[in-house]
């Protein structure tokens, strides 16, 4: 069965760090781009960050503003999302979702298939 699976999560305080990783299994990842997108209750969900295949090309919501990382180790299988000076509005349900191309995006209706989430928290 193939699957996409989100680690990492936490409770972290305002101003600290967490790394998120996203691998899969039944699949490789080597012939996807990969996105991470958030949600919270009451509201849409948000483009993060995506890497593409080659792990060259990667974009970030406007948020982010220099504080988060994508990257990729295809010999891991496993995609990161480095977050830095995490803030209380980055309390959210993390995703990761794969998508069949060269390049990622910020658009979840361009990716295939889905993790179940991680939470990260930032509380003090």
């Known amino acids: 069965q193939s699957q996409v699976v989100e680690s990492g999560g936490g409770l972290v305080q305002p101003g600290g760090s967490l790394t998120l990783s996203c691998t899969t299994s039944g699949f490789t990842l080597d012939d996807y781009a990969i996105g991470w997108f958030r949600q919270t209750p009451g509201k849409e969900q948000e483009g993060v960050a995506s890497i593409s295949r080659s792990g060259g090309n990667k974009r970030y919501g406007d948020f982010v503003k220099g504080r988060f990382t994508i990257s990729r180790d295809n010999r891991k299988n496993t995609v990161y999302l480095q977050m830095n000076s995490l803030n209380f509005e980055d309390t959210a349900e993390y995703f990761c979702?794969?998508?069949?191309?060269?390049?990622?995006?910020?658009?979840?209706?361009?990716?295939?298939?889905w993790g179940q989430g991680t939470q990260v928290t930032v509380s003090s």
């Open positions: 979702a794969v998508r069949r191309s060269l390049i990622g995006s910020l658009d979840p209706t361009d990716y295939t298939s």
